[in-house]
Each structure stands twice: as C-alpha cells, then as structure tokens.
Nanobody, 125 residues
Framework: QVQLAESGGGLVQAGDSLRLSCSAS????????MGWFRQAPGKEREFVAA????????IYADSVKGRFAVFRDNVEPTVYLDMINLKPEDTAVYYC??????????????????WGQGTQVTVSS
C-alpha cells in the first residue's frame, strides 16, 4: 500500500526559504509521477510541481517557476520541494501525491489516487 508523509512546513517571513519533504513507501516508484499541490483557505487545491520518478522530468506552475524546485532521492525514497523567496500568497497546506504514470494531465489533482496528510506553510508579510 502506497503511503506518503510530508514534513518541513512552518511559519516563515516573506523572502525566506523552506524545504518540504515527502517520504514514500509501500511500492517501487519507477515510472510514477510525484506531484506537489497546495490548498489555501477558501480556495481549490492547485498544482505546484511534479517530477517523473524515473527520468527526473519536472514541471512547475507558472506562479512558482524560478522560486520552487522539485527533486527526488531514489535511495530513500523521498521527494523534496525547495522553496525560496516565499511570498504571503504561498501560504497554504502543501500535499504530495503520486500516480503510476506520467502524461500531459499531470497537473490535474483528480488523476492522483495517493496523497499525504499535508503540511502547513505560512508566510507572513
């Protein structure tokens, strides 16, 4: 059974950095997509970034390009989301998710069957 667990959230100031981690277990993730999503209060869950576990291909939402970076450690296995120059609008619960394939639909949260419990990121101005 696939299990995901996020960690690394917290309260920071605008301009600060954070690293989120997503520890994965219960399966070999070759060929899987690992995605990061976020949900702010009163808003829908939105795509942040994704990485192809095998090839390392990445994709980012326009709102985080140049500030966020997703990468994985195949040995652990763990996926990370490095966030720099954080803004108040980045405040949200951040979730990692995984699905056993990769395609142009990768930004769609409904395509992911496995989710972590989420970690809160709060950026003060």
């Amino acid at each position: 059974q696939v299990q995901l667990a996020e960690s690394g959230g917290g309260l920071v100031q605008a301009g600060d950095s954070l690293r989120l981690s997503c520890s994965a277990s219960g399966h070999t993730f070759s060929g899987y997509a690992m995605g990061w999503f976020r949900q702010a209060p009163g808003k829908e869950r939105e795509f942040v970034a994704a990485i192809n576990w095998s090839r390392g291909d990445t994709i980012y939402a326009d709102s985080v390009k140049g500030r966020f970076a997703v990468f994985r450690d195949n040995v652990e296995p763990t996926v990370y989301l490095d966030m720099i120059n954080l803004k108040p609008e980045d405040t949200a619960v951040y979730y990692c998710a995984t699905v056993a394939s990769w395609g142009p639909w990768i930004t769609n949260s409904y395509k992911y069957p496995y989710w972590g419990q989420g970690t809160q990121v709060t950026v003060s101005s």
